[in-house]
């Protein structure tokens, strides 16, 4: 467009850009017709004619939202395949469209955050793998008037190990170990110091990451056997949701990020010593954030990047960026994302 605007011709552009005259002038013709805003995206095309009416869409959605099979407490996808009459294809493909995962995994875990069952913990539990034992070349700089405490960038590493954590959601109480790896054997070990240290007559409600070792058919064997443990995993992709990623944070910038650790017993003797004195005076983080305004918070951020993907289209299709009003609206989609209230002491 900005070429014909010039006074070049039509042979002497699509020459120029490497492509057919029918093409350039399928273009113009449809700046004529639509403007600006016919040169951002590609024109709809038909696809082929959908075979699953819309009303059975919303049937399957509210019925996945609102019901639950007789003999479960929640459905599958074959399970509700076979209730609506349809493919499993077909329910995991609505699924998907509609982010119910997402949403459903998200209300679960938040709502063990702000409204926790009664008589039972919840216990939110994660690793924290390679943390490195390093020693650096030089001893640390003390801190002096003026300047603060300095290190060498260069050190000696010594190995790994990995911490494994369980906070307490109420009580902020942390049960600990740490082992050389983090396969479902050790995973294994953990949940059994959990039993040991978790009073018998209460249910036990983990908050887990999608990790392959938590679904382990070995765990899975694990809970058949201890009926008192229930699961709950954050949604994909949303590791953010634990609420141990904030203890783990906090390990990090107090002990571990500046320690020096000649030895891996030596790292996790300061782990245990830390997590020692964390228990004695425990602090709960408090989560505040309900899961409606974490979607809606998400919206604006899918919205904002639809804006900006818009934006990068319409510079590569046209050569030229976006106007001044185009970009203030997108910084202030992103804005009012980032305004969003957010988990006080949370992540």
């Known amino acids: 467009m900005l070429g014909a605007a010039a006074g070049h011709s039509n042979n002497g552009l699509a020459k120029e850009l490497g ?8 273009w113009r013709q449809r700046y004529v017709e639509a403007g600006v805003g016919g040169l951002l995206k590609d024109a709809p095309r038909p696809g082929r004619r959908k ?4 009303e059975k869409v919303d049937a399957i959605v509210n019925a996945t939202r609102h019901t639950t099979p007789r003999d479960a407490t929640q459905w599958s996808v074959r399970s509700l395949a076979q209730a609506q009459r349809v493919s499993p294809a077909t329910v995991h493909r609505i699924w998907q469209a509609a982010n119910l995962h997402f949403v459903r995994k998200l209300r679960d875990v938040v709502g063990l955050y702000m409204n926790p069952p009664a008589k039972a913990l919840v216990l939110s539990v994660d690793e924290k793998s390679q943390i490195q034992a390093l020693d650096r070349t030089q001893p640390i700089l003390p801190l002096r008037p003026g300047l603060p405490a300095r290190q060498t960038h ?9 911490l494994f954590a369980a906070l ?11 082992q050389s790896r983090h396969p479902h054997a050790e995973f294994l070990a953990f949940l059994d110091k959990i039993d040991r240290q978790t009073p018998r007559k209460r249910d036990i409600h983990l908050i887990l990451d999608n990790y392959s070792t938590h679904k382990h058919p070995t765990v899975k064997a694990w ?8 699961f709950h995993f954050t949604p994909t992709g ?17 002990r571990i990020r500046r320690g020096t650790f000649r030895s891996v017993p030596a790292l996790i003797a300061a782990i245990r010593a830390y997590v020692r004195e964390h228990n004695k005076r425990p602090r709960p983080f408090i989560w ?3 899961a409606a305004a974490i979607l809606r918070k998400i919206k604006h951020c899918e919205q904002a990047l639809e804006t900006l993907e818009s934006f990068s289209y319409a510079l590569r299709r046209t050569g030229t960026g976006p106007t001044k009003r185009a970009r203030k609206r997108a910084r202030d989609g992103l804005r009012s ?7 006080a002491n949370g992540p």
């Open 168 to 178: 307490n959601v109420l009580e902020g109480h942390v049960i600990e170990t740490c």
């Open 19 to 26: 492509i057919s005259r029918p093409t350039l002038l399928r």
């Open 154 to 162: 260069d050190y000696t590493r010594h190995g790994t190990t990995t």
């Open 238 to 254: 949303a590791s953010w949701l634990n609420l141990v990623e904030r203890f783990f944070a906090e390990i990090t910038r107090k």
């Open 337 to 343: 994302a980032q305004n969003e209230p957010r988990p």
């Open 51 to 54: 075979r699953i009416r819309p």
């Open 223 to 230: 809970m058949v056997e201890h009926p008192r443990f229930h």
């Open 288 to 290: 505040t954030a309900t």
